[in-house]
Structures are given as C-alpha cells and as structure tokens.
T-cell receptor, first 113, second 119 residues
C-alpha cells in the first residue's frame, strides 16, 4: 500500500522568499502524485499533479514540483511566496485502478511580513 | 461554474443525535467520495460510490452510512455521533478510476467541506 510522509509540520517563510515543502512517498510502482492546498475552513484545491513524462511539473499560483524517483520525493516549490499562500499543503499519492488517494499529514505554511 | 457543493457548511449536533450531510455535484462525475478530516490530520477515506456501486473502506465504522440516490447527490449519514466523530467531512468527485498512463481520470475535485461539532 502506498504512503506519504511530509516531515515538516509547520514552516514559516518571509514574504518574497522562496519556499520548498518536502514530500516523500512509498509505492512499489510508478505513483500518481499530487499537491493540494487547503485554506482554513475550506476544502482541498489541486495545485498540481504528476502522472508521467517531464519530472518537473507546473501548477497553479506559481507553484512547481519535481518528481525524483531515486529519492522517492515530490517536493513543492515556489520562488517567491505571497501572504495569500499561507495555508495547509497536502501531498498525496495514488495508483491505477481505484483511485484511493493517500494523503500526508500536511505542512502548515505561515508567511511572515 | 461546475462544482461540488456541500451542505451544511457547519453542523452542530448532540451526542447520539443522527446527522446527515449532503453533497451535490454539477460535474457529472461517476465517482463520489467521502473523506473524514480530523483536526491537524490527513483526510481519511470513508467510502466511495462508483455510479451506484458502494465501496466501503475496511476500517470505516458501521456508524457511518452513505446514500447516492442519483448521479448528482450523495449523502453521509452518521447514525449516532460520538465526540470522536467531530471533524471536517469532505466530499470529492472524479470522472472515474485511473488507467495506466492516463492523465485525468483520477483527479479529485473537492467540496468546501462540512464541519461537524458534537456536543
């Protein structure tokens, strides 16, 4: 069964600084990988996804993520963080067949002025 | 805009008093899911419907039931809520199951959630 680890529970970044959120997954085959963002009291919004092909994927709101098979990682990056990016970020892994997404425990991003 | 709508957004109930949460979608997606998300935890899948076929997760308590009367609507029934059932309940939809090499069938679209408080 697949699993996801997000090692950072909280991260604080200054506005305008770069951001990298870590995600490590465990799955025996090629995974389907996702990053979702959740603002307080809201549902989850898809930021980006990786299925195959180019290992650097671009998403919405200026986010990108890089799939590194050798490291079993799918880290999320943004070159310049905005105050509106403060939210909780979830990495998720899925597989073919029934799409049971397995989520990590999330990383809460705080943006300081 | 096509979307997933959950009602109510906030529900307060008493210990043991049944609750029903609803989810509607205008996406015409085949699959509808219910996730439970407790505070500071990852969303956890409770069950899903593929069309009319119900699929329960092995560890979902019997206290949780679901109905899907038509393509557009899906309901989550909590028969006797306990304090431990206080959580955000997320409905999601997808077009279908993922096929190897596909690029879209397994993307989930989430509603805004229903937050349940049990007194």
């Amino acid at each position: 069964a697949q699993s996801v680890t997000q090692p950072d529970i909280h991260i604080t970044v200054s506005e305008g600084a770069s951001l990298e959120l870590r995600c490590n997954y465990s799955y025996g085959a090629t995974p389907y990988l996702f990053w979702y963002v959740q603002s307080p009291g809201q549902g989850l919004q898809l930021l980006l996804k990786y299925f195959s092909g180019d290992t650097l994927v671009q998403g919405i709101k200026g986010f990108e993520a890089e799939f590194k098979r050798s490291q079993s990682s799918f880290n999320l990056r943004k070159p310049s963080v905005h105050w509106s990016d403060a939210a909780e970020y979830f990495c998720a892994v899925g597989a073919t067949g029934f799409q049971k997404l397995v989520f990590g425990t999330g990383t809460r991003l705080l943006v300081s002025p | 805009d096509a979307m997933v709508i959950q009602n109510p957004r906030y529900q307060v109930t008493q210990f043991g008093k049944p609750v029903t949460l609803s989810c509607s979608q205008t996406l015409n997606h085949n699959v509808m899911y219910w996730y439970q998300q407790k505070s500071s935890q990852a969303p956890k899948l409770l069950f899903h419907y593929y069309d009319k076929d119900f699929n329960n997760e092995a560890d979902t308590p019997d206290n949780f039931q679901s109905r899907r009367p038509n393509t557009s609507f899906c309901f989550l029934d909590i028969r006797s809520p306990g304090l431990g059932d206080a959580a955000m309940y997320l409905c999601a939809t997808s077009t279908g199951y993922a096929l190897a090499g596909s690029s879209g069938a397994n993307v989930l679209t989430f509603g805004a959630g229903s937050r349940l408080t049990v007194l």
